[in-house]
């Protein structure tokens, strides 16, 4: 008696896990704290919160549901070109196959921020976490449970199960260095921005465990590169961005670009973020997939939708299906009294 699917998609989430990459998401500029702690509070701003959601694989059933929630704000005087900290609190859950394989972590970040001059600025962050594994095993089904007329819930699968759950804290760092030509070019729609980072998650190898299998999480190196230009005279801007993941045996290479069309101008009093505009782009995940992307941004808040649309091996099955993606961001601007001076 073969045992069912639901077995298949316990141990290809523990795979997962276990062997493969971290999960993230495919909006990853709208995830600073997964992509790099010196991310936390460097933005030009009082107040970040940000909600992600991703569902995927469901070609293969009750496959990967992801969401993440994250809260940063840099904490300054009247006067942004000053070095200062930035705090942040980030969630993130995910969930796979019948079993609800999940990980599910709790982290806090702080960085040092330290504006080089008017246009440039350096920061270094740490983040410290809790993360939780944790499986229903009483959902799956399994072949010793066959009765010889159907599947049993009451005989012992005779599987060797470990806890339900295993606990381990995480350790990470990263550097984030940016170049912003400042809040004039806005009344000319010549903003320029570029910011290049660098980070290691897992820098203490924590250990994580399902059924009797033991191992050490791969620590993972994030590079992150992403700009905004305005086309000179226009409304139109060019958003590109690069990432890659570098964990273990795995490699990951994220590359794309949004073209913004500003609908409404911010005002001097409110600056950058109190602009209005809609985003349209795509991003490739290389020999993976091809990602549309639409934004829209509404004075503070902006929501961004996406698909991964499957490119890999993989699509046979998946006849090109991947993940649809939602992100929610609520920014609250620092306004003219924290201009620089």
């Given amino acids: ?8 998609g316990f141990f290809f989430a523990s795979c997962v896990a276990l062997h493969a990459q971290d999960l993230h998401f495919s909006q990853y500029n709208e995830t600073p704290q997964l992509i790099n702690p010196g991310s936390t509070g460097m933005y030009d701003g009082a107040l970040r919160a940000i909600i992600n959601y991703k569902n995927q694989w469901q070609s293969m059933g009750n496959a990967f549901n992801t969401m993440a929630a994250s809260f940063d704000a840099p904490i300054v005087g009247k006067k942004a070109n000053k070095a200062h900290l930035g705090l ?4 993130f859950n995910d969930k796979a196959g019948d079993a609800k394989v999940g990980l599910t972590v709790v982290a806090v970040s702080m960085s040092g921020i330290l504006p080089v001059n008017r246009e440039s600025s350096f920061s270094l962050g740490i983040s410290v976490g809790g993360a939780q594994n944790k499986a229903n095993y009483a959902a799956l089904r399994w072949g010793d449970q066959y009765n010889g007329t159907g599947f049993d819930a009451t005989i012992n699968s005779n599987e060797p199960f470990a806890q339900p759950s295993s606990f381990y804290t995480d350790l990470s760092a990263g550097v984030n260095y940016e170049y912003y030509n400042g809040k004039n070019a806005m009344d000319r729609n010549e903003q320029k921005r570029l910011a290049i980072g660098v980070a290691y998650f ?15 999480l791969y620590g993972k190196y994030v590079l992150n590169i ?16 690069f990432v890659a993941f570098l964990q273990g045996p795995s490699r990951e290479y994220n590359i794309g670009a949004l073209v913004r069309y500003r609908l409404k101008n911010s005002t001097k009093v409110t600056g950058f973020i109190s602009e209005s505009g809609i985003s349209i782009g795509a991003h490739y995940r290389f020999k993976d997939a091809f990602i549309p992307q639409v934004n829209f941004e509404i004075v503070n808040f902006s929501i961004g939708v996406s698909y991964d649309l499957n490119m890999s091996s993989y699509s046979s099955v998946s006849r090109y299906n991947g993940g649809a993606e939602i992100s929610l961001k609520y920014l609250i601007s620092r306004g003219a009294k924290w201009q620089q001076k």
């Fill in 88 to 91: 942040g609190l980030n969630f």
């Fill in 1 to 8: 008696m073969k045992k069912r699917y639901s077995i298949f």
């Fill in 202 to 216: 897992h820098m203490n190898r924590p250990e994580q465990q399902y059924f009797s299998l033991t191992e050490k």
């Fill in 226 to 241: 992403n700009g905004f230009f305005d086309i000179s005279g226009t409304s139109v801007s060019i958003v590109p961005s």
